[in-house]
């Protein structure tokens, strides 16, 4: 109501419809409008069958070791995907070295992780079962996990039709990939960029106009307005350590080459106003202080508050409807299931 | 389709319409089905607006002090409310003391926790947020945290209008109790008891039927199936002390009276299948050895076989359709928001 109110003075002063058509072509230039549709992804058909079957894995925490953890406990879908915390919490209270990414939209990255070491979400599903810091799991434990449930030995069937042994770990994978690939939020941006010029606030509009004249979408663009593309963290200059912490040399660690140190994907920004803490280090709680460093570090610029109040307004717009997930209904464990093991190794 | 060809061929082989007739009335006069409806509350008036707030704190992971833990890790509604561990993992990978129960038709136990010490969910609700394993939280901390999101100072309004102060940890234990009355699970023993001769296998009617006439229902009786009155574990032999561990002493702890020396609760039976592992300690993971426990040591019986099989086909016919459950939006945290802390005190 309020918005409408402000639009339309808004449009009777100052004349906003040509500013509003000048801005939407030249976003639609460096963005792109989520689809409506179940994105494809490579290699891997998605299929009813196999959404819900990923569904019930990425659900289950006994794909961890301890039994504690599921996907969902560290890219949790009532919170943004995500976890809310600095670096997650894992086996053993072991603390990860990352922040965790959202796994919202995450189908639509370029590729996954902060320093881009899987092309995508079926190579990035197998990481943290493995990792002894999150799940702890091995790929053997978890195929004799799923195997000792009949309603899995059904469900990996019917999602991989035709295969002589479907319940793999690779299958596992390609089934939490097809179910992830439906966790797209549309969001009032999207309504903007679709044509609708009431979805964005004058604020919303003028940050926008900001993110992109300042240069922020020289890096964050796209469909996920980020989400692809390395670039170095401290461009023009370096954040403190306490937000860019010595030991994590980010990409460098994936291609072993100097021009790599420092550097990470662009982060994502869709649904960035529920994914506090902010970077890979997860140092900074604050959205408005994290657009103030990036503008620092990698533009050179001082914002005034009012251009960070309009790209937090903007990048709020970003925030998107979570599809409707039902708790999935799991099968118990039998005799054969292996039990869970809370030791640390 | 097996099933109701079963049902016809006994019927014509055995007459079994009078045989089940007098066995559904002796169900009833020890059994209840689940409600149509919510059930209603002491002193807690439900309405769709507590509920709604009550799923979002049963899901919000910051109600733990490490942001690790909401009430859903250690209830999991895709794992029949439990969370398949012998006992819980809580703050800084402690172990709980007590396997944790299912959240699943709670509501309509007669008293909460496994010695009883909570007379209904909304002072249950309150238990493990403080608990040192558990969440690790302060009723202060929780309040605060809860009045740091604008949407859940709204949500408190809407749910109890009128209270000039409606965010406290009382009022959240209230929603909580809200919510957990719609987790009602109406399982094929329901229908049946209502008069659908076909929703349960000849094995399950025997099964029910021994579970009668040997005085398993003397305890687990009553819409739970158990969950109401106190036993001693033991009442005939003592089991193990793998499976009755010397230092907890149940229900003793409560009322201080030796008589209540490992007197425990009787469990409630439905989803039963779907909770392993077994008794207050989780040391049984198997369900068909948890029966023959529990006839040796509260009967003085040693079960055959064949009747081992048809009581735990009855203790299948238990397991029930979960409602749906979709996964609530929690607001983001604020500048005011307390930031988790995973340090053990």
């Known amino acids: 109501m309020r918005r409408s109110l402000a639009i339309a003075l808004a449009t009777s002063v100052i004349g906003l419809p040509a500013f509003a058509d000048d801005l939407r072509d030249s976003a639609l230039a460096t963005f792109k409008p989520l689809p409506s549709t179940v994105p494809a992804v490579a290699e891997n058909p998605i299929t009813p069958e196999k959404i819900e079957l990923g569904k019930a894995l990425f659900f289950d925490p006994r794909l961890s070791a301890s039994g504690v953890f599921s996907c969902a406990s560290c890219h949790n879908l009532a919170t943004g995907g995500d976890d809310n915390m600095e670096t997650s919490i894992g086996h053993g209270w072991q603390k990860g070295p ?46 004799v996990t799923l195997k000792s449930m ?18 793999t770990f690779d299958n596992m994978a390609r089934a939490i990939e097809a179910f992830e690939a439906t966790l797209i939020t549309p969001a009032p941006f999207d309504a903007w960029l679709n044509g609708d010029d009431a979805a964005l606030s004058d604020d919303a509009k003028a940050g926008l106009a900001l993110f992109i004249d300042k240069g922020c979408s020289a890096c964050h663009s796209g469909v996920n307005v980020g989400g692809h593309g390395y670039y170095p963290f401290g461009l023009v200059e370096k954040p403190g350590a306490e937000v860019l912490p010595a030991g994590d040399k980010g990409r460098f660690k994936v291609t072993e080459t100097a021009s790599d140190e420092y550097v990470f994907r662009a982060a994502p920004l869709r649904n960035i106003a529920l994914t506090a803490p902010y970077f890979h280090s997860g140092k900074v709680w604050d959205l408005p202080v994290a657009v103030e460093i990036m503008a620092e570090s990698q533009l050179g610029e001082a914002l005034k508050p009012e251009e960070t109040v309009q790209i937090v307004a903007f990048l709020d717009s970003l925030t998107g409807a979570l599809p409707e997930i039902t708790v999935p209904a799991l099968p118990p464990e039998t005799a054969t299931t292996p039990r869970p093991t809370q030791k640390i190794e």
Request: no cysteine; aromatic share 10%.
């Open 150 to 167: 009949p309603a899995y030995t059904e469900w990996f069937a019917a999602a991989f039709p035709g295969e002589a042994d479907p319940v």
């Open 98 to 143: 990352r922040n965790a990414p959202t796994a919202l939209n995450a189908v639509l990255n370029e590729a996954q992780f902060w320093d881009g070491r899987a092309e995508d979400l079926k190579a990035q599903a197998k990481g943290p079962v493995q990792a002894g810091v999150e799940m702890a799991n091995t790929p053997e434990n978890v195929v």
